[in-house]
C-alpha cells in the first residue's frame, strides 16, 4: 500500500467489509470528488 497508493480491501466470508487505503491517496479522492462536483454544478448551469 505505500509503495503503490493502491487501497487494500479486507473480506469477510468473501465479502468486501473494509477498505485501508493511505491518508494521502484518501485526500486525492476527496479532492477529485469537489472537482467533479464543481464541474457537474457548473454544467448544470448553462
Do not use: F, W
Not at 469477510?12 to 462536483?37: C, F, M, P, R, W
Amino acid at each position: 500500500m505505500r509503495n503503490t497508493g493502491h487501497p487494500i480491501v479486507l473480506t469477510i466470508n468473501g465479502k468486501a467489509e473494509l477498505v485501508v487505503q493511505d491518508a494521502a491517496s484518501y485526500q486525492q479522492l476527496l479532492n477529485t470528488i469537489e472537482e467533479l462536483k464543481t464541474i457537474v454544478g457548473a454544467a448544470k448551469g448553462l
